[in-house]
């Protein structure tokens, strides 16, 4: 006799309502059952170094709970083994789904240098060994598990290695104590060659040395190694390269000095813009240089040499397209550009 009623289970209900006069009238309903299940999802890292820690999201639509009873969809995990992670997702209809996903723990390589601590003669070279690892990275930057170091001056220095394995890394390091002073003093050996131009005191310069031995590079930066050989400084100076060959210390040295003289393009004008009754236009440039050559929309415009540097005006001439001209002046090996823009219309 109740105006409202409350149904758990699906199927058909009726209601028969009776008027005053004891006429009678019949209402049914089809009530359905929502079934349908969320789906849920775990998004995230599947691996990771021991040690390291990584985030969990859970995806889907309704409420969450994770495995631990944590019911935040975003979840911070640091396993030490390789583990699996579950979470429950209840829908607005109670209907609820799991989802899970293993993380699994990759074992860091123990990574040691043999020997860890050693004493030697100044001059001496010392074998250090990297074990347990696939690839290595020593801070000499060099990738072998051997480096054979050495030192011209008495004093410890410390060596370090990162071994990788699986994508996972550890570090080791090593000291290395050198004692006495060199036992000769032979004369430089170092044959150094010098490949570009310091232009206006700024630029780089390449710097090779051959020779037997490791080299190391000293100047107006400080102390650098140089790989193979060869090293790029962006300062001028006197830079001095030490190279140690059967226990002793071969040394010279190159001085970098700064053009004397710099290309320069003082300035560049247009004779007039382009137009229906202007179809050609001149650019003039003045700079000083060897050589002058304008660049524009259409590549190659005009060039020009000179055996001796001198101040001139460098022509473009019958420029017939708008757009961007280029002229770029050489000097003594450095180059300096300037660009003015042709505004107009070409003519048909």
Do not use: H
């Not at 560049?268 to 001149?282: D, M």
Request: aromatic share 6%.
């Amino acid at each position: 006799t109740d105006v409202t009623r409350t149904v758990s289970t699906s199927g058909t209900y009726s209601v028969t309502l009776t008027a005053a006069n004891n006429c009678t009238n019949i209402a049914s309903i089809q009530v359905s059952e929502d079934k349908t299940a969320p789906v849920a999802g775990i998004s995230g890292s599947t691996s990771l170094c021991l040690g390291q820690s990584t985030t969990l999201t859970a995806t889907g639509t309704g409420t969450f709970r994770w495995d631990d009873n944590s019911g935040n969809p975003v979840r911070a995990v640091n396993p030490s083994t390789d583990t699996p992670y579950s979470v429950t997702l209840t829908g607005a209809n109670g209907c609820s789904a799991t989802a899970g996903l293993s993380v699994s723990v990759i074992a860091v390589p123990t990574v040691s240098i043999s020997p860890a601590n050693t004493t030697a003669a100044v001059g001496q070279s010392i074998t250090l060994t990297a074990a347990t690892a696939n690839t290595y990275l020593w801070s000499t930057q060099e990738t072998t598990p051997q480096i054979s170091v050495s030192s011209a001056t008495a004093g410890s220095a410390t060596y370090s290695v990162t071994g990788i394995s699986a994508g996972c890394s550890a570090t080791a390091t090593a000291t290395v104590s050198y004692t006495g002073t060199l036992p000769c003093n032979r004369a430089a050996a170092v044959q150094v060659s010098q490949n570009g131009w310091m232009c206006n005191g700024s630029g780089q310069v390449s710097l090779s040395a051959t020779g037997p031995g490791s080299y190391t590079l000293t100047g107006p930066n400080g102390t650098q190694p140089m790989p193979n050989g060869t090293a790029t400084v962006s300062q001028a100076g006197t830079y001095t390269i030490v190279t140690m060959n059967g226990g002793c210390p071969e040394i010279s040295t190159v001085t970098i000095s700064p053009t004397t003289q710099s290309p320069v393009v003082s300035s560049l004008t247009l004779s007039s813009p382009l137009s229906s009754n202007t179809c050609s236009a001149k650019i003039t440039g003045l700079a000083t240089g060897t050589n002058f050559v304008f660049t524009g929309p259409n590549g190659y415009v005009f060039s020009n040499v000179y055996r001796d540097p001198l101040t001139t005006n460098a022509f473009a001439l019958d420029v017939r397209q708008p757009g961007t001209y280029v002229l770029t002046t050489y000097l003594g090996g450095c180059s300096v550009t300037n660009s003015i823009v042709v505004t107009g219309t070409a003519c048909p």
